[in-house]
């Protein structure tokens, strides 16, 4: 049974920091990237940060230089590490799963940014 188990979230004020985490388990096919998805109240779901197998990020602009996404391919986990958040950050934050047949998502978190 695949799973992805997110946690983390929370309510934090603005400016402060956030650390999301996202364990897999259950895939059998090699997961050739990671990923942080946000779906803020009455919008679409958005990609906010991606990483590799190999390693290579890339980022929302709205999130370049305050969010970071690590991996530790031995704990099967990813994380989003959230700096200078802001109130427009609040969201339910989702980890997916990519192999190259399929993809997996995680059931969410919610981040809330208010003071």
């Known amino acids: 049974q695949v799973r992805l188990v997110e946690s983390g979230g929370g309510l934090v004020q603005p400016g402060g920091s956030l650390r999301l985490s996202c364990t897999v388990s259950?895939?059998?096919?090699?997961?050739?990237?990671m990923g942080w998805y946000r779906q803020p109240p009455g919008n679409q779901r958005e990609l906010v940060a991606r990483?590799?197998?190999?390693?290579?990020?890339r980022y929302a602009n709205s999130v370049e230089g305050r969010f970071t996404i690590s991996k530790d391919n031995k704990e099967n986990t990813v994380y989003l590490q959230m700096n200078a958040v802001k109130p427009e950050d609040t969201a339910v934050y989702y980890c997916?799963?990519?192999?190259?047949?399929?993809?997996?998502w995680g059931q969410g978190t919610q981040v809330t940014v208010s003071s």
């Open positions: 997916r799963a990519q192999t190259d047949m399929s993809y997996y």
């Open positions: 259950g895939i059998s096919r090699a997961i050739d990237a």
């Open positions: 990483i590799t197998s190999a390693g290579m990020s």
